[in-house]
């Protein structure tokens, strides 16, 4: 069994730092199978403006598709 999972980790500039994760974890055999990072460059961010992270891959002909804002 695998488990999607997302989530965010706040960098040292608030909102404007925050790195969006996206992982694939295999229960069985405790590994992760896919790992995704994702953060936009700062200059397209506009003060106050919070990322939305929407992520995506083919495994094991699979598609995983995760939001997260």
């Not at 989530?7 to 730092?17: F, Y």
């Not at 790195?19 to 460059?41: G, Q, S």
Request: hydrophobic residues 40%.
């Amino acid at each position: 069994m695998q488990l999607l999972i997302s989530g965010a980790i706040q960098g040292e500039d608030g909102h404007q730092g925050v790195k969006a994760v996206l992982l694939i974890f295999d229960l069985e055999t405790e590994e992760i199978v896919h790992r995704c990072e994702y953060m936009p460059p700062a200059e397209l961010i506009s003060e106050g403006q919070k990322i939305q992270f929407t992520g995506s891959c083919w495994l094991n002909n699979i598609y995983y598709v995760c939001s997260h804002n």
